[in-house]
């Protein structure tokens, strides 16, 4: 990857538009999933996968190819992806990452020039920050065996001799178990218990001289089931659990009167009336408010969203002022790894997908409004990152939450808030 970033780097300055940032980032995944099915096992898979995604930028820190085109919405992305070989060979692998840094330069001039163009047409934006945020270069590295959580998630990518290594005889056998409570219930159509194991090993590097290595493991157990009531309508429940390692997950007592529990509600569902209309005052509690969070306050302070014209901007005059009582305080931090109950929290990382260490953010501070999460796409009087840049395989970088906490100086029992 450093000899392919360099050597391309360097002989595509000669262009008439060089570029004047690369960065390659190669994530590589081995994944062992187990389904099953009212008892039943469905399926038993391994998948190993390794992709390189290219942030390849032609112009200048202020105005480069990833400028939002006003007037026209662009579906896909500016991130250039491919396969490559999952051995260690050189030249194959060089050979890959040639052909798509070669075809994200094309792309990125021909982005540039219409984004340039775009500009001068158009008035004045709102938003004059600039395109990309200018940082220190990063260097860390993280081996598997460093790992607190090194155990049965154990495989070394560049290291054949070691293997994928899960106990998949006894997870097939646990989730027949589980699945099979829902055997007895004749009114289901789906009864679903699924396991899955994931090691993912990322490396990033880019022309400024960030170097980043480290792997990350997740396990994850869903709970599926679904019926329909007498008037034809679907009812799905499902439940999630993750952690870093299989010893984090609840036990097989626990799961089963989850299970026992969902079972429950969707008879109770199935059997209920039709709900109404209804206006008036209500309690979030538990996993409701969590997702109210996220979805109406956590989306609305990323960062690039005030870049974007077509988006809501609802903070963008915030700073400063008041938005929540003065009781409740709002922080998203990614260095947290459990929650105080020792629940594991998917949001932890140590750096994000541009290689920047990820901060704890204080976004609300008894009430009033401080600050926005931030990757490195600027926006005005932000010009920085603060570790939040995230991104799934083959799409852009762009601000998103890491484990959001909302603190309370002020709290009141359930029965309490009744009376209100």
Not at 193 to 206: D, G, R
Not at 367 to 392: A, T, V, W
């Amino acid at each position: 990857m450093k000899k392919e970033l360099n050597r391309s780097f360097t002989e595509l300055q000669n262009e008439n538009r060089p570029p004047y940032f690369i960065s390659y980032q190669v994530i590589e995944k081995q994944t062992h999933r187990i389904h099953t099915s009212f008892g039943k096992l469905v399926s038993n898979a391994n998948n190993h996968t390794r992709f390189l995604d290219i942030d390849l930028r032609v112009g200048d820190h202020k105005l480069d190819n990833t400028h939002i085109i006003r007037g026209h919405y662009d579906f896909g992305s500016n991130i250039s992806s491919t396969a490559l070989p999952l051995g260690n060979e050189e030249v194959a692998i060089r050979n890959a990452i040639w052909s798509v840094t070669d075809r994200a330069f094309r792309r990125a001039i021909e982005k540039y020039e219409k984004a340039v163009t775009n500009e001068t047409v158009k008035v004045a934006a709102e938003d004059t920050s600039a395109n990309f945020s200018k940082e220190d270069p990063t260097n860390y590295y993280e081996s598997f065996k460093e790992l607190k959580y090194y155990n049965e998630l154990s495989r070394i990518f560049l290291d054949p001799k070691l293997i994928f290594a899960i106990d998949t005889n006894k997870w097939i056998e646990k989730c027949k178990r589980l699945s099979n409570k829902f055997v007895e219930h004749q009114w289901l159509l789906n009864g679903e218990v699924s396991f899955t194991a994931e090691l993912t090993n990322k490396l990033f590097i880019n022309t400024e001289g960030t170097v980043v290595q480290f792997p990350e493991t997740a396990v994850r157990i869903r709970i599926y089931a679904r019926t329909k009531a007498e008037d034809g309508m679907i009812l799905p429940l499902h439940k999630n659990y993750f952690a870093f390692e299989s010893s984090e997950l609840p036990d097989e007592a626990t799961l089963a009167k989850d299970i026992d529990e969902m079972i429950e509600l969707l008879n109770q569902l199935r059997n209920a009336e039709m709900a109404t209309t209804f206006t008036g005052p209500a309690i979030l509690s538990g996993e409701a408010s969590g997702v109210f969070f996220h979805e109406i306050f956590g989306h609305r302070v990323e960062g690039f969203r005030e870049k974007d014209p077509e988006a809501s901007n609802t903070f963008k005059q915030s700073i400063g002022k008041k938005v929540l009582p003065e009781f409740l305080s709002v922080v998203f931090d990614p260095t947290v790894r459990n929650a105080a109950n020792g629940v594991p929290l998917s949001g932890f990382y140590m750096y994000d997908d541009e290689g920047i260490k990820g901060e704890k953010v204080v976004t609300i501070k008894d009430g009033i409004f401080q600050n926005f999460l931030m990757s490195r796409s600027p926006i005005e009087g932000f010009d920085n990152s603060n570790g939040h840049g995230r991104k799934s395989q083959g799409r852009s970088a762009v601000t998103r939450q890491s484990n959001l906490i909302v603190l309370a100086s002020e709290t009141n029992t359930k029965a309490e808030l009744r009376k209100c």
